[in-house]
């Protein structure tokens, strides 16, 4: 499975970005995809995840009511749309796939348990 990241970049602060994250290779449908987000000297977070089936979805409390998880079925990738970007948006984003199951607990997502990474791609939000 590869997974790769696009569309970071530099916004201001109120803005929007999306991102997209290109699966290739066989992902059943008990894995989820979840989009972690890294800034130095911090562990590396969950900020949404979405089943492969896309039935499911999950946000971090940050993030919730400004992002939006989705997949394209057609285009084997998952997207994030970013509204109303703050200033501590700022990190670089990663793309993972971690088989979570049928019971889709995505709380138990994390850099331990995650099988695959994309390399990430940089969002910086200007105040």
């Known amino acids: 499975v590869q997974l790769v990241e696009s569309g970071g970049g530099l916004v201001q602060s109120g803005g929007s970005l999306r991102l997209s994250c290109a699966a290739s290779?066989?992902?059943?449908?008990?894995?989820?995809i979840g989009w972690f987000r890294q800034v130095p000297g911090k562990e590396r977070e969950l900020v949404a995840g979405?089943?492969?089936?896309?039935?499911?979805?999950w946000y971090a409390e940050s993030v919730k009511g400004r992002f939006t998880i989705s997949r394209d079925v057609a285009q084997n990738t998952v997207s994030l749309q970013m509204n109303s970007l703050k200033f501590e948006d700022t990190a670089v984003y990663y793309c993972?796939?971690?088989?979570?199951?049928?019971?889709?607990?995505?709380?138990?997502?994390?850099?331990?348990?995650?099988?695959?990474w994309g390399k990430g791609t940089l969002v910086t939000v200007s105040s």
């Open positions: 979405i089943s492969w089936s896309g039935n499911s979805t």
């Open positions: 993972a796939a971690d088989f979570l199951g049928p019971s889709m607990r995505f709380y138990t997502m994390t850099t331990r348990t995650v099988d695959y």
């Open positions: 290779g066989r992902i059943f449908s008990n894995y989820a």
